[in-house]
């Protein structure tokens, strides 16, 4: 079983920046993408980033702003999601899931409890 934790939610004004981190316990499979979600109070559960084991970075949201990028950590299994002139519209709870893909692509998902990110004045 893969523990997900992530961390670094909190409060901050509209321009703000926050930094979101996402660690996975060990797992030993070589193929795996570190997905970011994002739910708003009321709404659906929406993609944000997701990086894979190869380095492939795709951004969902805003992707022409540049205002989310996400990265590799250094050491371990961490991934970060930089996010920056945030909006009130950014309010959300922030999951991390950690997609493994095993021997014929059989995919498994692990999901972390989420981090609350408040973008307000």
């Known amino acids: 079983q893969v523990q997900v934790a992530e961390s670094g939610g909190g409060w901050v004004r509209p321009g703000g920046s926050l930094r979101l981190s996402c660690t996975a316990s060990?797992?030993?499979?070589?193929?795996?993408?570190f997905i970011w979600w994002r739910q708003p109070p009321g709404e659906d559960r929406e993609l944000v980033a997701a990086?894979?084991?190869?380095?492939?970075?795709?951004i969902y949201v805003d992707p022409e702003q540049g205002r989310f990028a996400i990265s590799k950590g250094n050491i371990g299994k961490t991934v970060y999601l930089d996010m920056n002139n945030l909006k009130p519209e950014d309010t959300a709870m922030y999951y991390c899931?950690?997609?493994?893909?095993?021997?014929?692509?059989?995919?498994?998902?692990?999901w972390g409890q989420g981090t609350q990110v408040t973008v307000s004045s």
């Open positions: 060990e797992f030993t499979l070589n193929t795996y993408t």
């Open positions: 899931n950690v997609a493994l893909y095993g021997a014929g692509d059989r995919r498994t998902d692990y």
């Open positions: 990086i894979s084991s190869h380095g492939r970075v795709t």
